[in-house]
Protein backbone atom coordinates (compact mmCIF):
# COMPACT_ATOMS: atom_id res chain seq x y z
CA UNK A 1 0.00 0.00 0.00
CA UNK A 2 1.63 3.16 -0.79
CA UNK A 3 0.54 5.84 1.65
CA UNK A 4 1.86 8.98 -0.22
CA UNK A 5 -0.62 11.66 0.08
CA UNK A 6 0.89 14.99 1.07
CA UNK A 7 0.35 15.75 4.73
CA UNK A 8 -0.94 18.76 4.93
CA UNK A 9 -3.55 17.73 8.19
CA UNK A 10 -2.04 16.44 11.20
CA UNK A 11 -4.36 14.72 13.57
CA UNK A 12 -2.66 14.08 17.26
CA UNK A 13 -4.66 12.28 19.76
CA UNK A 14 -3.72 12.91 23.36
CA UNK A 15 -3.61 16.62 24.39
CA UNK A 16 -1.28 15.95 27.53
CA UNK A 17 1.91 17.69 27.61
CA UNK A 18 3.44 15.70 24.51
CA UNK A 19 0.30 15.86 22.40
CA UNK A 20 -0.37 19.51 23.62
CA UNK A 21 3.56 20.42 22.53
CA UNK A 22 3.16 18.08 19.11
CA UNK A 23 0.37 20.11 18.34
CA UNK A 24 1.81 23.64 19.01
CA UNK A 25 4.95 23.22 16.64
CA UNK A 26 2.72 21.26 13.86
CA UNK A 27 -0.01 24.08 13.68
CA UNK A 28 3.28 27.11 13.88
CA UNK A 29 4.76 24.95 11.23
CA UNK A 30 1.72 25.46 9.19
CA UNK A 31 0.16 22.09 9.59
CA UNK A 32 -4.03 21.94 10.21
CA UNK A 33 -4.09 20.18 13.43
CA UNK A 34 -6.66 18.19 14.69
CA UNK A 35 -5.91 17.46 18.74
CA UNK A 36 -7.90 14.76 20.20
CA UNK A 37 -8.56 13.78 23.87
CA UNK A 38 -10.56 11.56 25.90
CA UNK A 39 -10.98 14.33 28.68
CA UNK A 40 -12.30 17.53 27.85
CA UNK A 41 -10.45 19.04 30.94
CA UNK A 42 -7.43 18.02 29.17
CA UNK A 43 -8.35 19.57 26.18
CA UNK A 44 -8.79 22.69 27.63
CA UNK A 45 -5.91 22.48 29.65
CA UNK A 46 -3.70 22.22 26.02
CA UNK A 47 -5.58 25.10 24.75
CA UNK A 48 -5.36 27.52 27.64
CA UNK A 49 -0.98 26.03 27.63
CA UNK A 50 -1.05 26.60 24.03
CA UNK A 51 -2.60 30.28 24.09
CA UNK A 52 0.13 30.99 27.05
CA UNK A 53 3.08 29.99 25.29
CA UNK A 54 2.40 31.11 22.09
CA UNK A 55 1.90 34.51 23.96
CA UNK A 56 5.12 34.19 25.24
CA UNK A 57 6.55 33.51 21.65
CA UNK A 58 5.08 36.71 20.56
CA UNK A 59 6.63 38.31 23.95
CA UNK A 60 9.83 37.03 23.61
CA UNK A 61 9.96 38.69 19.99
CA UNK A 62 10.53 34.97 18.32
CA UNK A 63 7.29 34.86 16.06
CA UNK A 64 5.09 37.83 15.03
CA UNK A 65 1.13 38.40 16.15
CA UNK A 66 0.03 38.00 12.60
CA UNK A 67 1.98 34.43 12.57
CA UNK A 68 0.97 32.93 16.30
CA UNK A 69 -2.80 34.10 15.23
CA UNK A 70 -2.56 32.37 11.86
CA UNK A 71 -1.26 28.94 14.18
CA UNK A 72 -4.16 29.84 16.21
CA UNK A 73 -6.44 29.16 13.77
CA UNK A 74 -4.74 26.40 12.48
CA UNK A 75 -5.57 24.26 16.01
CA UNK A 76 -8.93 22.52 16.62
CA UNK A 77 -9.09 20.96 19.50
CA UNK A 78 -11.95 17.90 19.42
CA UNK A 79 -13.55 15.31 21.57
CA UNK A 80 -14.05 11.91 19.35
CA UNK A 81 -11.95 9.99 17.74
CA UNK A 82 -14.54 10.55 14.68
CA UNK A 83 -13.74 14.28 14.09
CA UNK A 84 -9.89 13.47 13.17
CA UNK A 85 -11.11 12.55 9.74
CA UNK A 86 -9.11 14.30 7.25
CA UNK A 87 -6.52 14.01 9.08
CA UNK A 88 -3.26 12.52 6.41
CA UNK A 89 -1.16 11.57 9.50
CA UNK A 90 -2.37 10.22 12.86
CA UNK A 91 0.10 10.73 15.83
CA UNK A 92 -0.41 9.13 18.99
CA UNK A 93 0.40 10.30 22.26
CA UNK A 94 -1.86 8.69 25.34
CA UNK A 95 -0.62 6.65 28.19
CA UNK A 96 1.94 5.16 27.92
CA UNK A 97 0.49 1.65 27.86
CA UNK A 98 0.41 -1.54 25.77
CA UNK A 99 -2.90 -2.69 25.61
CA UNK A 100 -4.40 0.96 25.65
CA UNK A 101 -2.36 1.61 22.63
CA UNK A 102 -3.48 -1.13 20.41
CA UNK A 103 -7.13 -1.17 21.12
CA UNK A 104 -7.00 2.40 19.92
CA UNK A 105 -4.61 1.35 16.94
CA UNK A 106 -7.39 -1.44 16.02
CA UNK A 107 -9.59 1.26 16.21
CA UNK A 108 -7.40 3.79 13.91
CA UNK A 109 -6.95 0.76 11.46
CA UNK A 110 -10.07 1.16 9.82
CA UNK A 111 -11.14 5.13 10.41
CA UNK A 112 -7.93 5.94 9.07
CA UNK A 113 -7.74 2.98 5.99
CA UNK A 114 -4.05 4.81 4.23
CA UNK A 115 -2.90 7.61 6.11
CA UNK A 116 0.36 7.05 8.47
CA UNK A 117 -0.40 6.22 12.13
CA UNK A 118 2.63 7.19 14.25
CA UNK A 119 3.09 6.26 17.94
CA UNK A 120 5.34 8.68 20.22
CA UNK A 121 5.20 5.69 22.64
CA UNK A 122 8.24 6.32 24.79
CA UNK A 123 9.78 2.56 24.69
CA UNK A 124 6.51 0.30 23.39
CA UNK A 125 7.64 -2.29 20.98
CA UNK A 126 6.28 -0.68 17.43
CA UNK A 127 5.89 -3.63 16.23
CA UNK A 128 3.38 -5.01 18.70
CA UNK A 129 1.31 -1.57 18.12
CA UNK A 130 1.52 -2.47 14.42
CA UNK A 131 0.42 -5.91 14.70
CA UNK A 132 -2.87 -4.53 16.59
CA UNK A 133 -4.12 -3.10 12.91
CA UNK A 134 -4.01 -6.34 11.82
CA UNK A 135 -2.51 -8.18 8.53
CA UNK A 136 -5.65 -6.45 6.43
CA UNK A 137 -4.96 -3.12 8.21
CA UNK A 138 -1.56 -2.46 6.82
CA UNK A 139 0.99 -2.76 8.93
CA UNK A 140 3.77 -0.97 7.34
CA UNK A 141 1.92 2.36 7.83
CA UNK A 142 2.92 2.44 11.47
CA UNK A 143 5.49 3.71 12.88
CA UNK A 144 7.20 5.39 16.04
CA UNK A 145 7.85 8.95 15.97
CA UNK A 146 9.31 9.84 19.01
CA UNK A 147 9.72 13.24 20.07
CA UNK A 148 11.21 14.97 23.39
CA UNK A 149 9.65 17.18 26.03
CA UNK A 150 9.00 20.21 25.69
CA UNK A 151 8.42 19.13 22.13
CA UNK A 152 8.45 23.40 21.31
CA UNK A 153 12.28 22.98 22.52
CA UNK A 154 13.57 19.95 21.98
CA UNK A 155 14.79 19.14 18.48
CA UNK A 156 15.01 15.22 18.49
CA UNK A 157 12.76 13.04 16.98
CA UNK A 158 13.65 9.21 17.28
CA UNK A 159 11.64 7.08 14.18
CA UNK A 160 11.36 4.13 15.08
CA UNK A 161 10.73 1.06 12.31
CA UNK A 162 9.37 -2.12 13.55
CA UNK A 163 9.45 -5.37 11.70
CA UNK A 164 6.68 -4.38 9.16
CA UNK A 165 7.52 -0.61 8.82
CA UNK A 166 7.97 0.15 5.71
CA UNK A 167 10.99 2.42 4.03
CA UNK A 168 8.29 4.51 2.57
CA UNK A 169 6.47 5.49 5.94
CA UNK A 170 10.02 6.13 7.20
CA UNK A 171 11.22 8.26 4.83
CA UNK A 172 7.85 10.76 5.42
CA UNK A 173 8.15 10.55 8.88
CA UNK A 174 11.52 11.47 8.58
CA UNK A 175 10.59 14.35 6.31
CA UNK A 176 7.89 15.72 8.38
CA UNK A 177 9.93 16.02 11.56
CA UNK A 178 12.33 17.92 8.96
CA UNK A 179 9.76 20.13 8.16
CA UNK A 180 8.57 20.53 11.96
CA UNK A 181 12.19 22.19 12.58
CA UNK A 182 12.71 18.94 14.13
CA UNK A 183 16.59 16.57 13.68
CA UNK A 184 15.16 12.89 13.27
CA UNK A 185 17.53 10.06 14.13
CA UNK A 186 16.46 6.34 13.26
CA UNK A 187 16.45 3.79 16.29
CA UNK A 188 15.64 0.58 15.85
CA UNK A 189 12.63 -1.37 17.83
CA UNK A 190 13.98 -2.60 21.22
CA UNK A 191 12.36 -1.74 24.17
CA UNK A 192 12.99 1.94 24.85
CA UNK A 193 14.82 2.49 21.84
CA UNK A 194 17.68 4.54 22.15
CA UNK A 195 16.82 7.11 24.48
CA UNK A 196 14.84 5.35 26.97
CA UNK A 197 17.14 2.48 27.33
CA UNK A 198 19.92 4.75 28.33
CA UNK A 199 17.94 7.66 30.24
CA UNK A 200 15.26 5.67 32.09
CA UNK A 201 18.00 3.31 34.11
CA UNK A 202 19.88 6.52 34.62
CA UNK A 203 16.93 8.55 36.65
CA UNK A 204 15.33 4.81 38.04
CA UNK A 205 18.80 4.50 39.83
CA UNK A 206 18.81 8.30 41.24
CA UNK A 207 15.43 7.07 42.63
CA UNK A 208 17.74 3.74 44.68
CA UNK A 209 20.22 6.07 45.77
CA UNK A 210 17.45 8.39 47.56
CA UNK A 211 15.88 5.41 48.72
CA UNK A 212 19.02 4.04 50.28
CA UNK A 213 19.76 7.18 51.87
CA UNK A 214 23.27 7.84 49.99
CA UNK A 215 21.98 11.62 49.59
CA UNK A 216 19.31 13.71 49.70
CA UNK A 217 17.21 14.45 46.22
CA UNK A 218 18.11 17.94 46.20
CA UNK A 219 21.98 17.14 46.78
CA UNK A 220 20.89 14.34 44.18
CA UNK A 221 20.57 16.54 41.40
CA UNK A 222 22.71 19.48 42.19
CA UNK A 223 25.03 16.71 41.99
CA UNK A 224 24.25 15.39 38.62
CA UNK A 225 23.57 19.52 37.50
CA UNK A 226 26.99 20.47 38.49
CA UNK A 227 29.11 17.92 37.84
CA UNK A 228 27.70 16.16 34.85
CA UNK A 229 26.34 19.43 33.05
CA UNK A 230 22.82 18.10 33.22
CA UNK A 231 20.07 21.14 32.56
CA UNK A 232 17.86 18.88 35.44
CA UNK A 233 18.60 16.49 37.67
CA UNK A 234 17.38 13.22 37.37
CA UNK A 235 14.64 13.13 39.83
CA UNK A 236 13.58 16.69 38.42
CA UNK A 237 13.46 15.22 35.28
CA UNK A 238 11.57 12.81 36.58
CA UNK A 239 8.76 14.85 37.72
CA UNK A 240 8.75 16.56 34.75
CA UNK A 241 8.32 13.74 32.72
CA UNK A 242 5.77 12.15 34.73
CA UNK A 243 6.48 9.87 37.51
CA UNK A 244 4.17 7.16 35.98
CA UNK A 245 5.31 7.40 32.51
CA UNK A 246 8.92 6.43 34.05
CA UNK A 247 7.32 3.54 35.66
CA UNK A 248 5.54 2.14 32.63
CA UNK A 249 8.70 2.66 30.47
CA UNK A 250 10.73 1.14 33.56
CA UNK A 251 8.14 -2.10 32.83
CA UNK A 252 8.50 -2.17 29.43
CA UNK A 253 12.46 -2.28 29.64
CA UNK A 254 11.94 -4.84 32.23
CA UNK A 255 10.34 -7.12 30.24
CA UNK A 256 11.37 -6.48 26.94
CA UNK A 257 14.86 -6.60 28.28
CA UNK A 258 14.19 -9.59 30.78
CA UNK A 259 16.60 -8.39 32.95
CA UNK A 260 15.92 -7.79 36.43
CA UNK A 261 17.81 -4.75 36.39
CA UNK A 262 15.55 -2.94 35.14
CA UNK A 263 12.78 -2.93 37.70
CA UNK A 264 11.11 0.12 38.82
CA UNK A 265 12.73 1.76 42.46
CA UNK A 266 9.83 0.52 44.62
CA UNK A 267 9.87 4.30 46.30
CA UNK A 268 9.30 5.61 42.56
CA UNK A 269 6.11 2.89 42.38
CA UNK A 270 5.03 4.00 46.07
CA UNK A 271 4.85 7.76 44.83
CA UNK A 272 3.14 6.52 41.68
CA UNK A 273 0.47 4.69 44.18
CA UNK A 274 -0.01 7.45 46.22
CA UNK A 275 -0.73 9.90 43.34
CA UNK A 276 1.97 11.60 43.26
CA UNK A 277 3.34 12.28 39.34
CA UNK A 278 5.33 14.68 39.39
CA UNK A 279 4.47 18.21 37.98
CA UNK A 280 0.98 17.48 36.20
CA UNK A 281 -0.56 16.57 39.71
CA UNK A 282 2.01 19.88 41.34
CA UNK A 283 3.63 16.80 43.44
CA UNK A 284 6.15 14.17 42.82
CA UNK A 285 9.75 13.59 44.41
CA UNK A 286 9.38 17.57 44.42
CA UNK A 287 6.25 20.03 46.22
CA UNK A 288 5.19 22.67 43.30
CA UNK A 289 1.98 23.56 44.89
CA UNK A 290 2.31 27.68 44.74
CA UNK A 291 2.43 27.77 48.74
CA UNK A 292 5.44 25.25 48.57
CA UNK A 293 8.94 26.89 49.17
CA UNK A 294 10.82 26.32 45.74
CA UNK A 295 12.41 23.15 45.22
CA UNK A 296 11.40 21.41 48.57
CA UNK A 297 11.66 17.52 47.97
CA UNK A 298 8.09 16.43 49.28
CA UNK A 299 8.07 14.37 52.29
CA UNK A 300 7.46 10.66 51.84
CA UNK A 301 7.20 9.40 54.81
CA UNK A 302 10.65 6.93 53.64
CA UNK A 303 13.15 6.73 56.52
CA UNK A 304 16.49 6.40 54.57
CA UNK A 305 19.81 7.01 56.28
CA UNK A 306 19.61 10.30 54.79
CA UNK A 307 15.75 10.73 56.91
CA UNK A 308 14.10 11.90 53.89
N1 LIG B 1 6.78 23.84 27.04
C1 LIG B 1 7.26 24.67 26.11
N2 LIG B 1 8.36 25.40 26.25
C2 LIG B 1 8.99 25.32 27.44
C3 LIG B 1 8.54 24.52 28.49
C4 LIG B 1 7.38 23.75 28.26
N3 LIG B 1 6.90 22.90 29.19
N4 LIG B 1 9.37 24.66 29.53
C5 LIG B 1 10.31 25.53 29.16
N5 LIG B 1 10.10 25.92 27.89
C6 LIG B 1 10.92 26.80 27.08
C7 LIG B 1 10.55 28.22 27.22
O1 LIG B 1 10.30 28.73 25.92
C8 LIG B 1 11.77 28.88 27.84
O2 LIG B 1 12.17 30.01 27.14
P1 LIG B 1 11.60 31.47 27.48
O3 LIG B 1 11.65 31.65 28.96
O4 LIG B 1 12.53 32.32 26.73
O5 LIG B 1 10.22 31.49 26.92
C9 LIG B 1 12.90 27.90 27.64
O6 LIG B 1 12.30 26.62 27.48
C10 LIG B 1 13.82 27.87 28.85
O7 LIG B 1 13.01 27.67 29.99
P2 LIG B 1 13.38 28.16 31.46
O8 LIG B 1 14.22 29.39 31.36
O9 LIG B 1 12.13 28.23 32.25
O10 LIG B 1 14.19 26.98 32.11
P3 LIG B 1 15.49 26.21 31.64
O11 LIG B 1 16.50 27.10 31.07
O12 LIG B 1 15.82 25.31 32.76
O13 LIG B 1 14.97 25.28 30.44
C11 LIG B 1 14.21 23.15 29.83
C12 LIG B 1 13.90 24.42 30.60
C13 LIG B 1 14.29 23.43 28.35
C14 LIG B 1 13.05 22.21 30.09
C15 LIG B 1 15.57 22.58 30.35
O14 LIG B 1 15.58 22.51 31.75
C16 LIG B 1 15.89 21.22 29.80
O15 LIG B 1 16.36 21.07 28.68
N6 LIG B 1 15.64 20.19 30.62
C17 LIG B 1 15.87 18.81 30.22
C18 LIG B 1 14.76 18.35 29.34
C19 LIG B 1 14.94 16.94 28.89
O16 LIG B 1 15.89 16.23 29.23
N7 LIG B 1 13.97 16.48 28.13
C20 LIG B 1 13.91 15.10 27.68
C21 LIG B 1 13.05 14.33 28.63
S1 LIG B 1 13.00 12.62 28.20
C22 LIG B 1 11.87 12.55 26.96
O17 LIG B 1 11.28 13.50 26.54
C23 LIG B 1 11.64 11.19 26.36
C24 LIG B 1 10.71 10.28 27.04
O18 LIG B 1 10.21 9.40 26.34
C25 LIG B 1 10.44 10.32 28.49
P1 LIG C 1 -0.01 12.85 29.74
O1 LIG C 1 -0.45 12.04 30.91
O2 LIG C 1 0.45 14.24 29.94
O3 LIG C 1 -1.17 12.89 28.63
C1 LIG C 1 -1.81 11.76 28.12
C2 LIG C 1 -3.17 12.21 27.58
O4 LIG C 1 -3.77 11.12 26.88
C3 LIG C 1 -4.16 12.61 28.70
O5 LIG C 1 -4.64 13.93 28.42
C4 LIG C 1 -5.28 11.57 28.61
O6 LIG C 1 -6.55 12.13 28.87
C5 LIG C 1 -5.16 11.13 27.16
N1 LIG C 1 -5.67 9.78 26.88
C6 LIG C 1 -5.40 8.65 27.59
N2 LIG C 1 -6.00 7.60 26.98
C7 LIG C 1 -6.64 8.08 25.88
C8 LIG C 1 -7.41 7.50 24.84
N3 LIG C 1 -7.64 6.17 24.81
N4 LIG C 1 -7.90 8.29 23.86
C9 LIG C 1 -7.66 9.63 23.86
N5 LIG C 1 -6.94 10.24 24.82
C10 LIG C 1 -6.42 9.48 25.81
O7 LIG C 1 1.13 11.97 29.04
P2 LIG C 1 2.37 12.49 28.16
O8 LIG C 1 3.49 12.78 29.06
O9 LIG C 1 1.87 13.49 27.19
O10 LIG C 1 2.74 11.14 27.40
C11 LIG C 1 2.01 10.70 26.26
C12 LIG C 1 2.84 9.69 25.49
O11 LIG C 1 4.09 10.30 25.09
C13 LIG C 1 3.22 8.43 26.28
O12 LIG C 1 3.27 7.35 25.40
C14 LIG C 1 4.63 8.79 26.80
O13 LIG C 1 5.41 7.66 27.10
C15 LIG C 1 5.18 9.54 25.59
N6 LIG C 1 6.28 10.46 25.89
C16 LIG C 1 6.29 11.16 27.07
C17 LIG C 1 7.32 12.05 27.33
C18 LIG C 1 7.36 12.84 28.59
O14 LIG C 1 8.42 13.41 28.91
N7 LIG C 1 6.28 12.94 29.33
C19 LIG C 1 8.34 12.21 26.37
C20 LIG C 1 8.27 11.51 25.16
C21 LIG C 1 7.24 10.62 24.95
Redesign the pocket.
Given at each position: MGTTQTIHTIGVIGAG?MGG?IAQVAAVHGFKTLVCDASSAALGRCRDGHTK?LA?EVE?GRMKDTDVQAAVGRLHYVESLEMLKGADIVIEAIVEDAKTKRELFAKLATMFPTQILASNT??ISITEIAASVGPQGHPERVVGM?F???V???KLVEVIRGLQTSADTVTRVTNLAASLGKTPIPANDRAGFV??RV?MPMINEAFFAWMEGVAEPQHIDEIMKLGCNF??GPLR?AD??GLD?CVH?MNVLADGLGSDRYRPCPLLKQLVAAGRLGDKTQRGVYDYAPSAPSMTASSTGHKSAAGV
Open positions: QGRRKSSHFNPPVMSNLPMLFITI
